[in-house]
Nanobody, 119 residues
Framework: QVQVTESGGGLVQTGGSRRLSCGAS????????MAWYRQRPGTEREFVAA????????TYADFVKGRFTLSKDHAKNTLYLQMNNLNSDDTAVYFC????????????WGQGTQVTVSS
């Protein structure tokens, strides 16, 4: 059993910054990729960013390039998403996803953390 837990959401003003954290815990699992998705009000869930865990190769959605940055703490099985220059379009529930196999779709998901950008 693997558990994925997000944290770091909250209220931030337009132009501000926020750092989200995602931790994975359990036994006998190998991280291949960890990713962030988000769901804005009234929209489908969309890809934000992902990290190839072994190669530390990041992938970003076009709408966050230059604003969001991934990083990790390997020892803590934790993925971070540094979000800068936030705007109202970034208001969403942000979900962390974990891939524990070399191919396929993400097989573990967190409960999500709310980010609200005001003004």
């Amino acid at each position: 059993q693997v558990q994925v837990t997000e944290s770091g959401g909250g209220l931030v003003q337009t132009g501000g910054s926020r750092r989200l954290s995602c931790g994975a815990s359990g036994r006998s699992f190998l991280i291949y990729k960890m990713a962030w998705y988000r769901q804005r009000p009234g929209t489908e869930r969309e890809f934000v960013a992902a990290l190839d865990w072994r190669r530390e190769t990041p992938t970003y959605a076009d709408f966050v390039k230059g604003r969001f940055t991934l990083s990790k703490d390997h020892a803590k099985n934790t993925l971070y998403l540094q979000m800068n220059n936030l705007n109202s379009d970034d208001t969403a529930v942000y979900f962390c996803a974990l891939l524990t196999q070399p191919v396929g779709s993400y097989n573990y998901w967190g409960q999500g953390t709310q980010v609200t950008v005001s003004s």
